[in-house]
């Protein structure tokens, strides 16, 4: 793994790595109680949600929640401040003239939207969380295409 050299990040890499994180939080405290009982009560969720699904209980669901959702973001939280290459991250990095955190981070925004959306449409509108979840993708959508955000991940 090379570093980078540091400069000072910019403020928006800091709240960037802040959303991540706590996004990361939520998606391992969701990813676990679906996990740990697949039919949702535990988080008030009922299996008659799944009804127009492929998923016959929360358990695939709580897999990605905790791994895409949950890990993913916590460690691009991190990574942002590392500035550290590494190669399997950067094999899936579509956008050679910036780093692998950036392009991740690009990702995880595009991946909350289309969760949350495909969300709706499989199970309906049910709680205001979800559109909470879509508001909090696009914030992190912007800040990650942000000049300063986007600068600070240049190669």
């Known amino acids: 793994m090379k570093t980078v050299s540091n400069t ?3 403020i928006a890499i800091y709240i960037l790595s802040t959303l991540q994180f706590l996004l990361g939080l ?4 969701g990813g ?6 697949p039919t ?5 969720t009922d299996l008659s949600y799944l009804a127009n ?4 209980d929360y358990f695939v669901p709580g897999l990605m929640l905790f791994f895409v959702m ?3 973001p916590i460690m691009l939280s991190v990574s942002l401040f590392l500035r550290q290459d590494w190669l399997p991250f950067e094999f899936l990095n579509l956008f050679p003239n910036h780093r692998w955190e950036w392009a991740w981070s690009l990702y995880l925004a595009i991946a909350l939207i289309i969760w949350m959306d495909v969300q709706v449409l499989m199970i309906g509108y049910r709680m205001p969380i979800q559109s909470i979840y879509a508001f909090y993708g696009v914030a992190l959508l912007v800040l990650t295409l942000w000049p300063g955000v986007e600068r600070w991940c240049r190669r």
């Not at 949702?40 to 008030?44: D, I, K, T």
């Open 70 to 72: 949950g890990l993913v």
């Open 26 to 29: 939520g998606g391992i405290y």
């Open 40 to 44: 949702g009560a535990s988080l008030g």
């Open 32 to 37: 676990l109680h679906f996990l740990t009982d």
């Open 53 to 56: 699904s492929p998923f016959a």
């Open 8 to 10: 000072r990040p910019p």
